[in-house]
């Protein structure tokens, strides 16, 4: 400590002995004397990098490739993006397809994100060229020398040690399909502690085999890779279905296609809930579903279900299995997860120790051959008397699951063979045979885990 009161100014040790300005040792104790000028000066600018770390640090970031996955991630932040502060959000779209969002132009590179935004990146290519199979998107996407510096910007850092990539894609279009697995792969490297959940659109029935090609080979890259599956967990979802189901807004409007994947996102990372009472946590979720083994779930939803019409959570969580987004088989089912959205004023009667014990009792009934379950509870401010139910099944294997995709790759693949193949369609011949083996060792492995006792 200086002290300042006279011209010959002395300096202190830390047992208060004054010593000579210049003085490094102190001449009576020997400890050495602190300049506490300069080491305020030194912590303040470590603490000032430090809140500039922070202020990056994104605890989410939400990822949209292909013209439906941007869709999608849009729709998501319209509804409930801005409430979540740690979080970033970009579309990944090939120049050539997505004029439609033109207004969402590249961010520069030297934006501070302090708050949520929603910004475009787009893959290079030429405009009036179309991207119409799985092998070209990944394609497009490797060739891309600015895509890890986006990725980076968008706060996919190795810095931060708790983050989880949300992916949305509709996998039968070529840039989905294709560039979706190649992002998550960049994603990994840049950032290897990160959890990843994938929610993932299969073709419609009367889309061609050709759209069921792309989703089977996407398919395969998310669930197999030489350090393991890809992704933590997948959200398998078919068009279909998710053309039929409904759910109930808290106003009483009908929430239905984009709105709903939008409304099961919205669950499992809390957006919904009042953040004081979410136990939402999908890394946790991610990291669980890795460590079994089990990488692809079915979303069944119950949205905006009356505990008063449905007479008791048995019921609401049958409604849910019946309101599947994909084909599953009870007999295989090994996880389920529960994403509960329960209003405040119904939660002295459901209580987590209730919604728990009805739970596992639905389970055992359910699934004969589950062996873990998980419950994540959270309640909103939401004045109406009904409960949101979101269950994530794993354990059926992809030959059920994507039981369309498989056949339509078996039709198309017959069409092509030898250098067409590769010019036409982006991919070569030995990534045919891989894309199935990858799906067989996936399915051989659930049933290896079926079989532990």
Same mark, same amino acid.
């Given at each position: 400590?200086?002290?300042?009161?006279?011209?010959?100014?002395?300096?202190?040790?830390?047992?208060?002995?004054?010593?000579?300005?210049? #003085?490094?040792?102190?001449?009576?104790?020997?400890?050495?004397?602190?300049?506490?000028? !300069?080491?305020?000066?030194?912590?303040?600018?470590?603490?000032?990098?430090?809140?500039?770390?922070?202020?990056?640090?994104?605890?989410?970031?939400?990822?949209?490739?292909?013209?439906?996955?941007?869709?999608?991630?849009?729709?998501? +932040?319209?509804?409930?993006?801005?409430?979540?502060?740690?979080?970033?959000?970009?579309?990944?779209?090939? #120049?050539?397809?997505?004029?439609?969002?033109?207004?969402?132009?590249?961010?520069?590179?030297?934006?501070? +994100?302090?708050?949520?935004?929603?910004?475009?990146?787009?893959?290079?290519?030429?405009?009036?060229?179309?991207?119409?199979?799985?092998?070209?998107?990944?394609?497009?996407?490797?060739?891309?020398?600015?895509?890890?510096?986006?990725?980076?910007?968008?706060?996919?850092?190795?810095?931060?040690?708790? /983050?989880?990539?949300?992916?949305?894609?509709?996998?039968?279009?070529?840039?989905?399909?294709?560039?979706?697995?190649?992002?998550?792969?960049?994603?990994?490297?840049?950032?290897?502690?990160?959890?990843?959940?994938?929610?993932? *659109?299969?073709?419609?029935?009367?889309?061609?085999?050709?759209?069921?090609?792309?989703?089977?080979?996407?398919?395969?890259?998310?669930?197999?890779?030489? /350090?393991?599956?890809?992704?933590?967990?997948?959200?398998?979802?078919?068009?279909?279905?998710?053309?039929?189901? !409904?759910?109930?807004?808290?106003?009483?409007?009908?929430?239905?296609?984009?709105?709903?994947?939008?409304?099961?996102?919205?669950?499992?990372?809390?957006?919904?809930?009042?953040?004081?009472?979410?136990?939402?946590?999908?890394?946790?979720?991610?990291?669980?579903?890795?460590?079994?083994?089990?990488?692809?779930?079915?979303?069944?939803?119950?949205?905006?279900?009356?505990?008063?019409?449905?007479?008791?959570?048995?019921?609401?969580?049958?409604?849910?299995?019946?309101?599947?987004?994909?084909?599953?088989?009870?007999?295989?089912?090994?996880?389920?997860?529960?994403?509960?959205?329960?209003?405040?004023?119904?939660?002295?009667?459901?209580?987590?120790?209730?919604?728990?014990?009805?739970?596992?009792?639905?389970?055992?009934?359910?699934?004969?051959?589950?062996?873990?379950?998980?419950?994540?509870?959270?309640?909103?401010?939401?004045?109406?008397?009904?409960?949101?139910?979101?269950?994530?099944?794993?354990?059926?294997?992809?030959?059920?699951?994507?039981?369309?995709?498989?056949?339509?790759?078996?039709?198309?693949?017959?069409?092509?063979?030898?250098?067409?193949?590769?010019?036409?369609?982006?991919? *070569?011949?030995?990534?045919?045979?891989?894309?199935?083996?990858?799906?067989?060792? +996936?399915?051989? !492995?659930?049933?290896?885990?079926?079989?532990? *006792?």
């Amino acid at each position: 400590m200086v002290s300042r009161g006279s011209e010959n100014k002395v300096i202190s040790c830390p047992n208060n002995h004054q010593n000579p300005k210049d #003085s490094v040792w102190c001449d009576t104790c020997g400890l050495p004397i602190i300049d506490y000028d !300069r080491e305020l000066d030194l912590l303040l600018r470590i603490l000032a990098e430090e809140e500039q770390h922070t202020r990056f640090a994104k605890e989410n970031v939400f990822l949209g490739i292909g013209e439906q996955g941007c869709k999608l991630v849009h729709e998501f +932040y319209r509804s409930w993006g801005k409430s979540l502060k740690s979080s970033q959000f970009l579309m990944i779209e090939s #120049s050539g397809e997505g004029q439609q969002f033109s207004d969402l132009r590249t961010q520069p590179s030297d934006q501070e +994100y302090t708050s949520p935004s929603l910004s475009l990146h787009l893959l290079p290519m030429s405009a009036s060229k179309q991207v119409g199979y799985y092998g070209l998107g990944e394609r497009l996407a490797s060739n891309d020398p600015t895509l890890d510096d986006r990725l980076l910007r968008c706060g996919i850092r190795a810095s931060t040690k708790k /983050q989880t990539v949300f992916l949305f894609s509709a996998l039968g279009g070529g840039t989905g399909s294709g560039a979706s697995p190649y992002v998550l792969q960049r994603a990994h490297a840049l950032n290897p502690h990160c959890r990843s959940l994938v929610i993932a *659109t299969m073709p419609a029935a009367d889309e061609p085999d050709s759209a069921h090609f792309n989703a089977f080979c996407s398919l395969s890259r998310f669930i197999s890779a030489d /350090q393991g599956p890809l992704a933590d967990m997948i959200l398998l979802m078919d068009h279909d279905r998710l053309m039929k189901v !409904r759910g109930v807004g808290g106003m009483g409007e009908e929430i239905a296609r984009e709105s709903l994947l939008s409304h099961i996102v919205g669950i499992l990372v809390g957006a919904i809930a009042d953040r004081d009472s979410s136990q939402a946590d999908p890394g946790y979720l991610a990291k669980m579903s890795r460590s079994m083994g089990i990488h692809a779930f079915v979303p069944c939803m119950a949205v905006g279900r009356s505990m008063e019409i449905f007479g008791g959570l048995a019921s609401i969580l049958e409604s849910a299995l019946s309101s599947r987004l994909a084909e599953v088989d009870k007999e295989s089912i090994m996880i389920s997860y529960l994403l509960a959205q329960v209003p405040e004023r119904l939660t002295a009667s459901l209580q987590a120790e209730t919604i728990n014990a009805e739970f596992n009792k639905w389970n055992k009934r359910s699934f004969p051959h589950l062996k873990g379950s998980v419950l994540q509870l959270s309640h909103s401010s939401s004045r109406a008397e009904r409960i949101d139910l979101c269950l994530l099944l794993g354990g059926t294997r992809l030959a059920i699951t994507a039981k369309r995709a498989k056949e339509g790759f078996e039709r198309f693949k017959a069409i092509a063979k030898g250098k067409a193949w590769e010019q036409e369609f982006g991919v *070569t011949s030995e990534s045919v045979p891989e894309a199935q083996e990858a799906v067989n060792r +996936y399915d051989a !492995r659930l049933d290896e885990i079926a079989s532990r *006792t």
